[in-house]
């Protein structure tokens, strides 16, 4: 079956740095994408990888491992407005995204 | 910038009855998705469409429909509902299909069936 496991829920504290990561098992692999999504709203485009590596864009920084199924997303100088949950998702070889559960991210002050 | 557009944003329903929920995607775009979201849990892809034809089928009841049309707007059709229908319903486009293409999602529409 496919699954991706990412921790449920995370506490860091305002301008601090927290990783979150995400470990996929799927039938083939396209890519990863991380999403943030705010409580009732849709989610957001964050990052996408398909090559090993990091890609670092502003204060969010995304890496992927695709010989350990592992991804993590970082987030730097974290902010109040960064409590969310941050959503990661594979493109599995048909094309179709899975969707970790999502790990809800508490930022306090 | 444009972005997906759907409607209602709110719906309330009794059981037993029917929902039409509408998507307008960015324009330009040409795959529709339709998504499931209960409370605390991840989005369940329900169906997509590439070009107004059914390009992939997740995790749809029987009892709901969708189609695109020829200006690539959606409806889900939702027929019989139940409590359990209760949920954000997103939509997503994208351009192009099979490839990695990110997903632009919609504000949802909340269907409360009581």
């Known amino acids: 079956g496919q699954n991706i496991d990412q921790p449920t829920e995370m506490t860091a504290t305002e301008g601090a740095i927290v990783q979150i990561n995400c470990t996929y098992q799927?039938?083939?692999?396209?890519?990863l994408f991380w999403y943030q999504q705010h409580a009732g709203e849709a989610p957001t485009f964050l990052s996408y990888n398909v090559l090993d590596g990091l890609e670092e864009k502003g204060r969010f920084s995304s890496f992927l491992s695709r010989s350990k199924g592992y991804s993590y997303l970082l987030l730097k100088e974290l902010q109040m407005k960064d409590s969310a949950s941050y959503l990661c998702a594979v493109l599995d070889s048909n094309y179709q995204l899975i969707w970790g559960a999502g790990t809800k991210l508490i930022i306090k002050p | 910038a444009a972005g997906v557009i759907q409607s209602p944003r709110h719906l309330i329903k009794e059981k037993r009855e029917t929902a039409t929920l509408k998507c307008y995607p960015i324009p330009r775009h040409d795959t529709v998705y339709w998504y499931q979201q209960g409370p605390g849990q991840d989005p369940q892809f329900l169906i997509s469409f590439y070009e107004k034809m059914q390009s992939d089928k997740g995790s749809i009841p029987d009892r709901f429909s969708a189609q695109q049309f020829s200006d690539y707007h959606s409806e889900l059709n939702m027929s019989s509902l139940e409590l359990g229908d209760s949920a954000l319903y997103f939509c997503?486009?994208?351009?192009?299909?099979?490839?990695?293409?990110?997903?632009?999602f919609g504000p949802g529409t909340r269907l409360t069936v009581t």
């Open positions: 799927t039938s083939g692999f396209n890519g």
């Open positions: 997503a486009s994208s351009l192009g299909v099979g490839g990695p293409y990110e997903q632009y």
